[in-house]
């Protein structure tokens, strides 16, 4: 294996380590709050019975669901990127990473979306 060859192979594992440690975090944020939801929800329900808790339940629900969903884009472009080194001149692996990464970056901003718009409606709620 030469240098240029191994220093590329560690800038991967390098980005593929940061990739699953955000995508855990991602991951864990919605499906926390989720929990947290749920444990304290007849609380909630009784203290603000204006405010609609089933919206957040499936707000953080979805944002679970995008964050687990951005563990197949992740895997998905890791293959990819595997086969890609083997044969870097196939164009249709290319064209797969790039659409991994872009189905990943929305998937997680999707998450990270239903995050936000459940603590903006308990934040509308309790206020």
Excluded at 94 to 118: D, E, K, M, P, Q
Excluded at 121 to 127: E, K, M, Q, R, W
């Amino acid at each position: 294996m030469t240098e240029g060859t191994q220093t590329h192979a560690e800038h991967v594992d390098r980005q593929v380590a940061a990739t699953k440690a955000a995508v855990t975090a991602i991951t864990l944020l919605n499906s926390g709050s989720w929990l947290a939801l749920l444990s304290q929800a007849d609380k909630l329900a009784t203290m603000t019975p204006h405010a609609n808790v089933a919206v957040v339940f499936l707000a953080w629900g979805l944002g679970a669901f995008f964050g687990t969903l951005t563990w197949l884009f992740v895997y998905l472009n890791t293959l990819l990127q595997e086969f890609n080194d083997r044969d870097p001149n196939h164009r249709g692996f290319r064209n797969g990473i790039t659409a991994t990464i872009v189905s990943g970056l929305l998937s997680s901003f999707a998450s990270l979306a239903c995050f936000v718009s459940g603590v903006w409606l308990i934040y509308v709620a309790l206020s």
